[in-house]
């Protein structure tokens, strides 16, 4: 698989005065980690950053370039504009690459049931694992083709990962489940309930009407 790069400008503005940076379409960054002296302030464009981002996600070892410099990172962190959504800064994680890391890994899922008596659900998008940087997987792939009846479900454990990946999130976790549909209530039932609620509604209409016709009675003697 070709290298993953991301390039990046060194950044001497800093504080509010970043601002200006997203205006000019920017996004302001550090870049920091074990194997770094100190904090790097960079940033990326926007547009490029949300590209790559949804592409490589928190977990894939990449590359990190700026003139001068260089840095096999992580994404670590996106804070995000509450309104807009869109990323407003970035957090580069530079770690040792000989140090085991424990990541969240997004779930592609392959083979997706179609059951018509059954609601096919989604408990986990991601799983979390262990592994050195290098061999962190991208994403994880679950097969449900195992899924054919109602019950049926594939928890963590019956996952297959990549060699030298251990799976941190515990095993007996469900990733999907497939559930059973409601059943409607039947018409003559609906139609039943609704007779007898009419009914008990006029009963108790009549027994107030008798109560009142009988204190009418007794107010008039």
């Known amino acids: 698989m070709a290298e993953l790069i991301l390039r990046a400008e060194p950044r001497t503005i800093l504080g509010k005065k970043v601002k200006q940076l997203r205006r ?10 074990p194997v770094l002296s100190e904090t790097v302030s960079v940033s990326v464009d926007s547009r490029e950053f949300d ?9 894939t070892l990449f590359t990190l370039k700026w003139e001068g410099g260089e840095q096999a990172v992580v994404i670590r962190d996106v804070q ?23 990541a969240s890994v997004p779930i592609n899922f392959h083979n997706e049931p179609e059951i018509t008596d059954a609601i096919l659900t989604h408990n986990l998008n991601e799983l979390q694992v262990s592994a050195l940087p290098a061999e962190i997987p991208q994403h994880i792939e679950v097969d449900l083709s195992s899924m054919t009846a109602v019950g049926d479900s594939v928890r963590a454990g019956d996952v297959s990962l990549p060699a030298g990946v251990t799976l941190i ?15 409607a209530e039947e018409p003559e039932e609906v139609e039943a309930a609704d007779e007898e609620a009419a009914e008990a509604v006029a009963e108790v209409g009549a ?7 009988g204190e009418s009675e007794s107010g008039e003697s």
């Open 24 to 33: 000019n379409g920017r996004i302001p960054a550090v870049v920091y980690g």
């Open 207 to 213: 027994e107030a009407d008798s109560e009142t016709s």
């Open 169 to 183: 999130t515990p095993e007996d976790e469900i990733i999907a489940i497939l559930s059973g549909v409601a059943a």
């Open 80 to 102: 995000m504009d509450p309104v807009r959504q869109i990323p407003i800064h970035a957090d580069f994680f530079a770690p040792n690459l000989r140090v085991v890391l424990t």
């Open 51 to 59: 590209r790559f981002y949804h592409r490589a996600g928190h977990a």
